[in-house]
C-alpha cells in the first residue's frame, strides 16, 4: 500500500525477484511527490544509480543536541558527500521498473486478517487479498498506532 518512495522501491524489487505484487494507493503513482529526498551519494554509486542525484554536497556537516558550546556552533564533519534526489528522474526510474505492476486506485479502510490471509478492506467497498500486505503510505498510515 501506497505510492510513494518506500512503497516503490519495494515494488520494484519484489517484480524484479520474480514475485506477484499488487499495488493498492490513495492516488496515482504518476502524481508528484510532495517530499524531497536526500541519500549519502556512496550510497547510489555503489547501486550505479548517482545520475539519480539533482545535486551534490562535498564537505558536508552535521549539528546535534544543541549544536553550541560558549565559542559557538560545533560542527561534526563527514567524509560522505550527500545528495539531493533528481525527485522526477527518482519517481520515473522506480516507476519504469514497475511497468506492468497493477495499480488499485482506492482508499484502505481496514486491514483484518483471515487465516493465513489478509484482506484489505476498501472505502469503495471493494476487498484485496494478498499472504503479505506491506503498508508503506506514509508516517501517517491509520494502520500502525502505539500501544501504552
Known amino acids: 500500500m501506497g505510492a510513494g518512495p518506500a512503497a516503490l522501491c519495494i515494488a520494484s524489487e519484489l517484480i524484479q525477484q520474480g514475485l506477484e505484487v499488487s499495488a493498492l494507493a490513495s492516488h ?12 549519502w551519494a556512496e550510497e547510489l554509486e555503489s547501486l550505479g544509480m548517482a545520475s539519480l542525484l539533482g ?6 556537516v552535521s549539528y546535534f543536541g544543541h549544536g553550541k558550546d560558549e565559542e559557538g556552533a560545533i560542527p561534526t564533519s563527514h567524509d560522505f558527500d550527500y545528495g539531493l534526489f533528481d525527485q522526477a528522474a527518482f519517481q ?6 514497475c511497468e506492468n505492476l497493477d495499480w488499485a486506485i ?32 506514509g508516517h501517517r498510515s491509520p494502520f500502525i498506532c502505539c500501544r501504552s
Do not use: Q
Open 106 to 137: 482506492e482508499t484502505a479502510e481496514n486491514i483484518v486478517f483471515v487465516g493465513k490471509i489478509t484482506e484489505v478492506l476498501c472505502s469503495s467497498g471493494k476487498k484485496y487479498r494478498a499472504r503479505i500486505v506491506i503498508d508503506a503510505s
Open 92 to 97: 520515473k526510474s522506480l516507476l519504469d521498473r
Open 55 to 60: 545535486h551534490r554536497w562535498k564537505n558536508t
Open 28 to 39: 496515482s503513482p504518476k502524481e508528484p511527490w510532495p517530499n524531497t529526498y536526500g541519500i
